[in-house]
Each structure stands twice: as structure tokens, then as C-alpha cells.
């Protein structure tokens, strides 16, 4: 992992930088991860505030109900669409969960939780070394993204 590291969206409107390690880099087979990704699960790479900064442009943010009390921050280029980041309760989140396949270098990404195995594509294989969960447990040393 090369750190600084930058990334950033498809049309290159916005770019941002990362200085510090993921705490985590997860999987999401949950619906809600197909859907928006249009893919078989989602990835995140959990990356504590002060180690994220926008370098360039300004993201756009879709609010999304997660539950009736909760929402969580989706921030995406305005000018390709391109997902971003996601900020799962709001303001008081301390890490930003960045879409991995956005950096620049890619090649060190390994999840090491998957969720929501039981809505993973049939075909898809987890290795033996990760851990996995039916669904989400809310008590990890992180805060749980909230997702569905
Ligand atoms: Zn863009
Ligand atoms: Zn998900």
C-alpha cells in the first residue's frame, strides 16, 4: 500500500487523497450494495477522517434512509456519477467508508470481512480466511456501516 495515496472519479472532476491505512477493508453482499454498485457486492475501505481530503472539485451528497432514524451520506461526482464515499450516521461518523475501486492503486485491496452473505450471488466464493456475517453485526470495532 503506497500512502499518500490519491483516487478519485471516473471523469476526474473530483480527486481526493488518502494518508493513513484502512482500520478495514470489507465486502457488502447486501441489496442495497448490488443495487448501487450494479455489481455482485460492494466493497469499502474504512479510512479514519483526519487520514481523507478532497483535493479537487466538490462531491455531491444523496441522503439515504437507512432505518427511520438513521441516514447515510452518499457522495458521488456531479459530473459522471461516480461514487465516492459514505458517511453511515452523519456528521458524528469518525471515518470516511471510500469506495476502494476508486484509488488509484488497487492491487492491496483485500476484504477481510464480508456482510450479508446471505444475499451474496450464488457463484461467488469467500475465502476461507475471512470472516463472514449472515448479515451485519452492529457491535465492531468500527461503527457498522448501515446499510441493509
Ligand atoms: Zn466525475
Ligand atoms: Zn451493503
Not at 27 to 44: P, V
Not at 68 to 75: F, G, L, Q, S
Request: proline share 9%.
Amino acid at each position: 500500500m503506497r500512502l499518500p495515496q490519491g483516487g478519485g472519479c471516473q471523469c476526474g472532476a473530483i480527486r481526493y487523497e488518502i494518508t493513513g491505512p484502512p482500520t478495514v477493508v470489507y465486502a457488502c453482499h447486501c441489496t442495497e450494495c448490488q443495487r448501487q454498485s450494479g455489481a455482485a457486492f460492494a466493497m469499502a475501505a474504512v479510512i479514519p477522517q483526519a487520514h481523507f481530503r478532497i483535493t479537487t472539485g466538490e462531491p455531491k451528497m444523496f441522503a439515504r434512509q437507512t432505518s427511520p432514524t438513521k441516514t447515510m451520506e452518499c457522495w458521488f461526482c456531479p459530473d459522471c456519477g461516480t461514487r465516492l464515499y459514505h458517511v453511515p450516521g452523519g456528521a458524528a461518523y469518525p471515518n470516511r467508508n471510500i469506495k476502494p475501486g476508486t484509488l488509484d492503486d488497487t492491487s492491496w485491496l483485500v476484504p477481510t470481512i464480508h456482510f450479508w452473505t446471505r444475499s451474496a450471488q450464488t457463484w461467488v466464493h469467500i475465502p476461507e480466511s475471512a470472516a463472514r456475517y449472515e448479515t451485519q453485526p452492529e457491535t465492531l470495532g468500527w461503527t457498522a456501516p448501515g446499510s441493509r
